[in-house]
């Protein structure tokens, strides 16, 4: 009985350690907001599986929508208003950081399973939070990490940690209600190459995303 209590344990043990991946922190995003007193008088919806918004997972992903994900990390193939969208269940526009254009701000993602790859954030001023704001406006503005090192902050272990690091907001760019996008491009399934090696972090990869309301004066 002792050897069989002590096996449950470690089973479940390792099912918490597994569930679970990745959640925009600080500006904290739609479905994380909850966890901090400060938004508590906006009576937030609490979305306690913050750490999964993995575009409905891989298979759903890529062997039923195509590859495609939602702009927040929901299920492609969601009924419209997605539920991290504007307009969606989580989608109501509580901003959760005030900023200046131009300004170097720090962001923090918080990584409970660490699959490698990168991170991403793209920036969409949306001034409207009911209507969800689409790829095409986030791709117009991919911010640039503070060290000039470009636009993807690798994640080079298999650490989960809290991820701090700085990155500038576009220069000429004022919101009331900007969409700030997390998106999470995993590192750990093997795939094809462009020149046609079998490696680690090549081919289609699990994606995460996440999006937080912010304000920029």
């Given at each position: 009985m002792l050897k069989l209590t002590i096996s449950l344990a470690s089973l479940l043990a390792i099912?918490?350690?597994?569930?679970?991946?990745g959640r925009l922190?600080?500006?904290?995003?739609r479905g994380t907001l909850w966890r901090f007193p400060q938004f508590q008088k906006y009576?937030?919806?609490r979305d306690y599986n913050d750490v999964e918004g993995f575009c409905g997972g891989f298979h759903v992903q890529y062997n039923e929508n195509g590859g495609n994900c939602g702009v927040c990390g929901d299920s492609y193939s969601?009924?419209?208003?997605?539920?991290?969208?504007?307009?969606?269940?989580?989608?109501?526009?509580?901003?959760?950081?005030?900023?200046?254009?131009?300004?170097?701000?720090?962001?923090?993602?918080?990584?409970?399973a660490s699959h490698l790859g990168y991170f991403e954030l793209r920036l969409c001023p949306q001034n409207n939070p009911l209507v969800p704001a689409t790829q095409e406006c986030l791709d117009q503005y991919v911010l640039e990490l503070a060290d000039g090192s470009g636009t993807?902050?690798?994640?080079?272990?298999?650490?989960?940690?809290l991820h701090t690091y700085s990155v500038k907001l576009p220069e000429g760019v004022t919101c009331r209600q900007?969409?700030?996008?997390?998106?999470?491009?995993?590192?750990?399934?093997?795939?094809?190459?462009s020149d046609g090696a079998y490696k680690l972090g090549c081919g289609s990869q699990e994606v995460f995303r996440a999006c937080a309301d912010i304000a920029i004066n």
């Open positions: 099912v918490v350690l597994v569930n679970g991946h922190w600080s500006p904290a995003g009576n937030p919806e969601d009924p419209a208003p997605r539920r991290h969208e504007g307009g969606g269940l989580f989608g109501r526009g509580i901003i959760t950081g005030n900023y200046s254009a131009g300004q170097i701000i720090e962001v923090q993602i918080d990584l409970t993807r902050y690798p994640i080079p272990t298999f650490d989960a940690q900007c969409v700030l996008q997390w998106h999470y491009n995993t590192g750990n399934s093997h795939g094809y190459c």
